[in-house]
């Protein structure tokens, strides 16, 4: 019997492991459906500084997850790549390092996550951090994440050159991306070891000392099939090996951090979700909450990319490449402060055809479209489906297409040109990513193509239209608005940051999954923490705050169990 059972080795679920086993008299399990990564046993890909091949180790992700990204595609879905590992997004993202704006907590208590505003959020956002660069009350010196930027001496000239452009348009440049919220450039603020290597949560907080406490137990290869209940109670999960037997762990408490599109499917094949759905699937109904997978939040994504000259191109191939940001604000109607974000990208892939590419990766910091997670089958061996519904809220797609008219002005500004040539629109899509999978063909396709557009000279525009946005040139979007948009519907992506898909809520709001401290409604002894907990998206890459997240919620757990020791403590010691 576990005191607690995580189920989950995500950010989320590596800190709740972290943190509930420092209390000894707790005995937790941690069960993780990927494989361990420990700080001796990172791949290279995952270890670097550079994160561009992380995420195409198919070893890493859920291999058979697909999502439907917007509304006007048809029900076509394409591979939406999410990590399978112990640590979750922070061992294949990015690596950013940011929160989001104050008044982002602040709407989540107004949207009935009592307590969760950010005057509450930032101590725990101090103490999951080591800042290395800035220090005040907004910055933490002693948490498990190191955080700091980039030197400027490291910055790649085209990266510098998209800041002056920038500067010229009146974006000034600011120290802290952290620091006070406000429109403006930022170097990007980034969470890496005093080697320069990635750190994620299995790293950082499931560090050495804390994997020898005998406290603590770490399951990785093992598939959560449902939670197990005792009436309405939780009481554990059925687990599959990866030799297909099946076992019964039991806990007091049981602790759902699968992710914001595997937690709801994980609720939903348990029993909890909407009754109908459910039962149509033959899945015997323990509580209904409609709210379970509605809510699926992301923000999408466009980009405007252009080939770099030689003398543009970053020095450092191994440096990491979103070293800078814009944050701006559309100024439309019924949108906040900096609710654009764009990253100035030093290459554009980890391959030879990206190093020669530097790219403005723009998204909707503060998005308002919601889509919708449900199960295919109540078998946990079939993916959910995942349709994000992106720009059904016009705002977004009105934002996207301002952001590509923006991007493609910076770009085109007289001071960028010793620094670009052609400049071209450019997404994520399933032709990009499938050609950026390692392998012999594709390196001897992307050699080609380097060597191509290093020797076209002015005919390099025709071989990018043909070859790279196969026939589509930034002048035709931006001379007529109905080619902006359906470029803009067809090529809109995201940033593999899905959240609010369990969120917490008032107990007289339907749609709300759990109460502030994550516990569920309808049952007992069963609790979400990770990103599926957000009521509204942050303005911010997501890993941080669902660190910050789990922090909160293991606290508050720690709490009420302490409070349980001790009345069980004053119970044996009583003496009629």
Same mark, same amino acid.
């Given at each position: 019997?576990?005191?607690?059972?995580?189920?989950?080795?995500?950010?989320?679920?590596?800190?709740?492991?972290?943190?509930?086993?420092?209390?000894?008299?707790?005995?937790?399990?941690?069960?993780?459906?990927?494989?361990?990564?420990?700080?001796?046993?990172?791949?290279?890909?995952?270890?670097?500084?550079?994160?561009?091949?992380?995420?195409?180790?198919?070893?890493?992700?859920?291999?058979?997850?697909?999502?439907?990204?917007?509304?006007?595609?048809?029900?076509?879905?394409?591979?939406?790549?999410?990590?399978?590992?112990?640590?979750?997004?922070?061992?294949?993202?990015?690596?950013?390092?940011?929160?989001?704006?104050?008044?982002?907590?602040?709407?989540?208590?107004?949207?009935?996550?009592?307590?969760?505003?950010?005057?509450?959020?930032?101590?725990?956002?101090?103490?999951?951090?080591?800042?290395?660069?800035?220090?005040?009350?907004?910055?933490?010196?002693?948490?498990?994440?190191?955080?700091?930027?980039?030197?400027?001496?490291?910055?790649?000239?085209?990266?510098?050159?998209?800041?002056?452009?920038?500067?010229?348009?009146?974006?000034?440049?600011?120290? /802290?991306?952290? =620091?006070?919220?406000?429109?403006?450039?930022?170097?990007? #603020? $980034?969470? @890496? *070891? +005093?080697?320069?290597? &990635?750190?994620?949560?299995?790293?950082?907080?499931?560090?050495?000392?804390?994997?020898?406490?005998?406290?603590?137990?770490?399951?990785?290869?093992?598939?959560?099939?449902?939670?197990?209940?005792?009436?309405?109670?939780?009481?554990?999960?059925?687990?599959?090996?990866?030799?297909?037997?099946?076992?019964?762990?039991?806990?007091?408490?049981?602790?759902?951090?699968?992710?914001?599109?595997?937690?709801?499917?994980?609720?939903?094949?348990?029993?909890?979700?909407?009754?109908?759905?459910?039962?149509?699937?033959?899945?015997?109904?323990?509580? /209904?909450?409609? =709210?379970?997978?509605?809510?699926?939040?992301?923000?999408? #994504? $466009?980009? @405007? *990319? +252009?080939?770099?000259? &030689?003398?543009?191109?970053?020095?450092?191939?191994?440096?990491?490449?979103?070293?800078?940001?814009?944050?701006?604000?559309?100024?439309?109607?019924?949108?906040?402060?900096?609710?654009?974000?764009?990253?100035?990208?030093?290459?554009?892939?980890?391959?030879?055809?990206?190093?020669?590419?530097?790219?403005?990766?723009?998204?909707?910091?503060?998005?308002?479209?919601?889509?919708?997670?449900?199960?295919?089958?109540?078998?946990?061996?079939?993916?959910?489906?995942?349709?994000?519904?992106?720009?059904?809220?016009?705002?977004?797609?009105?934002?996207?297409?301002?952001?590509?008219?923006?991007?493609?002005?910076?770009?085109? #500004?007289?001071?960028?040109? +010793?620094?670009?040539?052609?400049?071209?629109?450019?997404?994520?899509?399933?032709?990009?990513?499938?050609?950026?999978?390692?392998?012999?063909?594709?390196?001897?396709?992307?050699?080609?193509?380097?060597?191509?557009?290093?020797?076209?000279?002015?005919?390099?525009?025709?071989?990018?239209?043909?070859?790279?946005?196969?026939?589509?040139?930034?002048?035709?979007?931006?001379?007529?608005?109905?080619?902006?948009?359906?470029?803009?519907?067809?090529?809109?992506?995201?940033?593999?940051?899905?959240?609010?898909?369990?969120?917490?809520?008032?107990?007289?709001?339907?749609?709300?999954?759990?109460?502030?401290?994550?516990?569920?409604?309808?049952?007992?002894?069963?609790?979400?923490?990770?990103?599926?907990?957000?009521?509204?998206?942050?303005?911010?890459?997501?890993?941080?705050?669902?660190?910050?997240?789990?922090?909160?919620?293991?606290?508050?757990?720690?709490?009420?169990?302490?409070?349980?020791?001790?009345?069980?403590?004053?119970?044996?010691?009583?003496?009629?």
């Amino acid at each position: 019997m576990f005191d607690y059972l995580i189920l989950g080795g995500g950010s989320a679920g590596c800190v709740l492991a972290a943190r509930l086993s420092e209390d000894a008299r707790a005995n937790v399990c941690l069960v993780e459906a990927g494989r361990d990564i420990s700080a001796h046993t990172m791949p290279d890909a995952i270890r670097s500084r550079y994160p561009g091949r992380a995420y195409l180790d198919t070893r890493n992700i859920w291999q058979q997850l697909k999502a439907r990204m917007s509304m006007s595609m048809s029900g076509a879905r394409r591979r939406y790549e999410q990590a399978r590992l112990l640590g979750g997004g922070s061992a294949i993202n990015a690596l950013m390092a940011n929160r989001g704006s104050p008044a982002d907590y602040d709407e989540w208590e107004t949207l009935g996550a009592d307590g969760w505003n950010w005057r509450t959020c930032l101590p725990w956002f101090r103490k999951l951090e080591t800042d290395c660069d800035f220090s005040g009350p907004l910055h933490g010196g002693d948490g498990p994440l190191r955080i700091q930027r980039p030197t400027w001496p490291r910055i790649s000239p085209f990266v510098r050159a998209v800041l002056d452009s920038l500067a010229e348009r009146g974006h000034a440049l600011h120290e /802290d991306q952290n =620091g006070p919220w406000e429109d403006g450039t930022f170097i990007g #603020s $980034i969470g @890496v *070891s +005093a080697n320069g290597e &990635r750190i994620p949560t299995s790293v950082c907080y499931l560090d050495d000392t804390a994997r020898a406490r005998s406290n603590l137990t770490i399951r990785t290869g093992e598939v959560v099939e449902r939670i197990l209940f005792d009436g309405k109670r939780a009481i554990g999960a059925c687990i599959v090996r990866a030799d297909g037997t099946r076992e019964e762990l039991k806990a007091r408490r049981v602790i759902v951090s699968a992710g914001a599109i595997h937690s709801p499917a994980l609720l939903m094949r348990s029993g909890i979700g909407p009754a109908d759905e459910l039962a149509a699937l033959g899945i015997d109904v323990l509580a /209904d909450r409609p =709210g379970v997978g509605r809510n699926l939040m992301e923000h999408p #994504s $466009i980009a @405007v *990319s +252009a080939f770099l000259p &030689r003398a543009a191109r970053t020095p450092f191939p191994d440096e990491h490449h979103e070293q800078a940001i814009v944050r701006f604000s559309s100024g439309l109607a019924d949108t906040v402060q900096g609710d654009m974000h764009g990253a100035i990208l030093s290459r554009s892939g980890w391959h030879s055809v990206g190093y020669r590419l530097g790219t403005i990766f723009f998204w909707v910091n503060k998005s308002y479209s919601r889509g919708r997670v449900t199960l295919a089958s109540a078998s946990a061996f079939d993916e959910p489906d995942v349709d994000f519904a992106m720009l059904s809220d016009s705002r977004d797609l009105e934002r996207l297409k301002l952001a590509l008219r923006f991007g493609a002005a910076v770009l085109a #500004s007289p001071s960028m040109n +010793a620094h670009r040539d052609v400049i071209f629109p450019s997404s994520y899509s399933p032709r990009v990513a499938a050609v950026a999978v390692p392998g012999t063909w594709n390196a001897v396709q992307r050699g080609a193509l380097s060597t191509l557009l290093d020797i076209a000279g002015p005919l390099r525009g025709a071989l990018i239209k043909s070859v790279v946005t196969q026939g589509v040139s930034i002048a035709e979007p931006l001379a007529d608005d109905r080619a902006m948009t359906a470029f803009v519907q067809r090529n809109v992506g995201g940033t593999w940051h899905p959240s609010g898909t369990c969120r917490m809520g008032s107990s007289t709001d339907p749609l709300a999954v759990t109460d502030s401290h994550g516990a569920v409604y309808g049952v007992e002894g069963l609790h979400v923490c990770d990103a599926s907990l957000m009521p509204s998206i942050p303005c911010a890459n997501t890993n941080v705050p669902t660190i910050m997240i789990a922090e909160r919620v293991a606290d508050a757990l720690r709490g009420a169990a302490s409070d349980e020791y001790e009345t069980a403590a004053r119970a044996l010691n009583y003496s009629p």
